[in-house]
T-cell receptor, first 116, second 113 residues
Framework: GAGVSQSPRYKVAKRGQDVALRCDPISGHVSLFWYQQALGQGPEFLTYFQNEAQLDKSGLPSDRFFAERPEGSVSTLKIQRTQQEDSAVYLC??????????????FGPGTRLTVL | GENVEQHPSTLSVQEGDSAVIKCTYSDSASNYFPWYKQELGKGPQLIIDIRSNVGEKKDQRIAVTLNKTAKHFSLHITETQPEDSAVYFCAAIPSGSARQLTFGSGTQLTVLP
């Protein structure tokens, strides 16, 4: 079946612009995660949703970052007033269940954001 | 919080040789340890994982070992092939967390033909 998809794959923004990054998780997956991956580094956690509820946003670097998942499927990560340090690959991952045994997280291809 | 250290950062092997990547973690409550392979321009792909109730797991040419006492785990790839060339990340999830992964810094594996 289809995996996690993300759009756009590449985004170039001028400093100060707002951007919106979309994630389509695997159908039926309850949990959704956003990670930020700087060049040459491992992904770092941003935020976590269980269905439509945002249960953890401790990794969001500033109040310019906002994520939502209003209907418990598609999620959008929004970055306001982008800065050069926001340049990174933004990865979305989903997993099937919300509790019990820790599930595999399946990653999308990422959105590469470049802020000029 | 959890801290995962990974080494080496780069590894070159001849085709057919074995490759070993090692990770240590800090949180003794961590109970799930996946390994991901990331090719250029793609997202991380799970290749193998291990839970804290087992010490070793194998899947064809790939194996992972876990030493809970020492808080370290390793990835072993045997009979390496050029298509194994990629960046490999280890990760851990502490028990009781929101299940976010904490990743190591990655190992660039190059398999020379």
């Amino acid at each position: 079946g289809a995996g996690v998809s993300q759009s756009p794959r590449y985004k170039v923004a001028k400093r100060g612009q707002d951007v919106a990054l979309r994630c389509d998780p695997i159908s039926g997956h309850v949990s959704l995660f956003w990670y930020q991956q700087a060049l040459g580094q491992g992904p770092e956690f941003l935020t976590y949703f269980q269905n439509e509820a945002q249960l953890d946003k401790s990794g969001l670097p500033s109040d310019r970052f906002f994520a939502e998942r209003p209907e418990g499927s598609v999620s959008t990560l929004k970055i306001q007033r982008t800065q050069q340090e926001d340049s990174a690959v933004y990865l979305c991952a989903s997993s099937p269940r919300s509790s019990g045994v820790t599930d595999t997280q399946y990653f999308g291809p990422g959105t590469r954001l470049t802020v000029l | 919080g959890e801290n995962v250290e990974q080494h080496p950062s780069t590894l070159s092997v001849q085709e057919g040789d074995s490759a070993v990547i090692k990770c240590t973690y800090s949180d003794s409550a961590s109970n799930y340890f996946p390994w991901y392979k990331q090719e250029l321009g793609k997202g991380p792909q799970l290749i193998i994982d291990i839970r804290s109730n087992v010490g070793e797991k194998k899947d064809q040419r790939i194996a992972v070992t876990l030493n809970k006492t020492a808080k370290h785990f390793s990835l072993h790839i045997t009979e390496t092939q050029p298509e194994d060339s990629a960046v490999y990340f280890c990760a851990a999830i502490p028990s009781g967390s929101a299940r976010q992964l904490t990743f190591g810094s990655g190992t660039q594996l190059t398999v020379l033909p």
